[in-house]
């Protein structure tokens, strides 16, 4: 008799917890990536090329988040052509993909021409617009709001203008922008007023077009605005430049540690972990 109503005990408490509802609680990233998930066409200045390859700053932005130890979520539109193999490393690798939506169609692909130190971005012609493939902050999982960091990659200067607007309003956040529309004489007004939004700005040389890329200081200083406080000057194989309140103020030792670092597979380091 005992041992029935032992059993009749254990039925009666898994009937119980099955009947409660779940309250698992959304996890949120430290760092929230919005970009593009591109499809890359790559040729190089010797005739070598690379085909279908995964691309898209995003990619890179959420693994370099995880190698510093981040939680990370990606915010994208995914293309059914885009390497599932690609998805599935970033899955392996503790990256959030639950902010990424599927287009149900092809997504955009772009040619990557390089040129030396400059490269010319080309999208295949009858496929979705840069912004189709863009992410926008209404389709941000509610819980993601409350990251501590957001990093805006290259994107049509109207998507980044809107989200940088939106993210700027969440109290405490870390917001960075790596631009995808030039830095040019006719944009530098444009790039002031939505930069005044962002904490840090990322801009590699060939996506300066005013001033000096040897030294950009004078360029950088005509952003100065709002709350932008660090700029990161992308190098390429020289490595970058931190720049900090738009004047230089790391020591020599400092400076080549982050040109190492920005040397490597990852472009340049996460904005969270400045």
């Known amino acids: 008799m005992r041992g029935l109503q032992s059993r009749a005990a254990r039925r009666n408490v898994r009937r119980h917890y099955a009947r409660r509802p779940s309250k698992?609680?959304?996890?949120?990233?430290?760092l929230v990536v919005l970009g593009n998930l591109l499809v890359d066409d790559m040729v190089f200045p010797d005739g070598r090329t690379r085909m279908a390859e995964p691309g898209g700053a995003t990619l890179y932005a959420a693994l370099g988040a995880r190698?510093?130890?981040?939680a990370a979520g990606v915010a994208s539109v995914r293309g059914d052509d885009y390497p599932a193999s690609a998805l599935d490393a970033l899955t392996a690798r503790g990256v959030d993909l639950s902010?990424?939506?599927?287009?149900?169609?092809?997504?955009?692909r772009t040619w990557l021409l390089y040129e030396g130190a400059r490269r010319q971005?080309?999208?295949h012609l009858d496929l979705p617009s840069h912004a189709e493939v863009s992410p926008t902050a209404a389709a941000l999982p509610p819980s993601w709001r409350r990251a501590r960091a957001f990093y805006l990659a290259p994107m049509p200067f109207d998507v980044q203008r809107e989200l940088a607007l939106d993210l700027s309003r969440i109290p405490g956040?870390?917001?960075?922008?790596?631009?995808y529309r030039l830095l040019t004489a006719d944009s530098v007004g444009d790039w002031r007023e939505v930069v005044a939004e962002v904490d840090a700005l990322f801009l590699s040389e060939d996506e300066l077009e005013v001033g000096s890329r040897?030294?950009?200081r004078a360029a950088l200083r005509s952003l100065a605005s709002g709350r932008l406080r660090f700029v990161l000057f992308k190098r390429g194989a020289r490595g970058g430049i931190l720049y900090a309140g738009l004047e230089d103020t790391l020591p020599r030792s400092r400076k080549r540690e982050v040109r190492a670092r920005s040397s490597g597979?990852?472009?340049s380091p996460s904005p969270a972990a400045t």
């Open 67 to 70: 190698l510093w130890g981040l």
């Open 121 to 123: 971005v080309i999208h």
């Open 265 to 267: 597979v990852i472009p």
């Open 24 to 30: 698992v609680r959304p996890v949120t990233p430290d």
């Open 214 to 216: 040897d030294e950009p």
């Open 99 to 108: 902010g990424v939506r599927p287009l149900g169609r092809p997504g955009l």
């Open 173 to 179: 956040a870390f917001v960075a922008l790596d631009p």
